[in-house]
């Protein structure tokens, strides 16, 4: 994936918070995987994100909300090979994707609180 785009809610969402936090979303939408994942870095304050239901974290993962319907399609397909790359991220990562909502699916006791 070459662009990756950023949806219009995610950006009214941003205009809300501090300049400071939108950088920071920015940055991590940027340099994530092709899943919208990365590590989890608590030298940052990501708590206005999570508030805002940007991302989620686990104890060592964020994980970008709305990534995949937007660099991608409301729905990944198995057998198409543009999803194919995302979907095999998500298993490594060791998460589910729910194709209802379009998401990275966790264990609701993996996730942690910033």
């Known amino acids: 994936m070459k662009n990756k785009k950023i949806p219009t809610s995610i950006s009214a969402q941003l205009d809300q918070l501090p300049i400071g936090s939108q950088s920071l979303f920015y940055r991590l939408w940027l340099t994530s995987d092709a899943a919208g994942v990365l590590p989890l870095s608590l030298d940052t304050d990501l708590l206005p994100l999570e508030k805002k239901g940007l991302l989620i974290a686990t104890k060592d993962k964020i994980i970008?909300?709305?990534?995949?319907?937007?660099?991608?399609?409301?729905?990944?397909?198995?057998?198409?090979?543009?999803?194919?790359?995302?979907?095999?991220?998500?298993?490594?990562?060791?998460?589910?994707?729910n194709s209802d909502s379009g998401e990275i699916e966790i264990d609701s006791n993996s996730a942690i609180s910033l």
């Open 64 to 97: 970008l909300k709305s990534y995949l319907s937007s660099n991608y399609s409301e729905v990944l397909k198995p057998d198409y090979n543009p999803h194919k790359k995302p979907l095999g991220i998500i298993a490594d990562h060791g998460f589910q994707y």
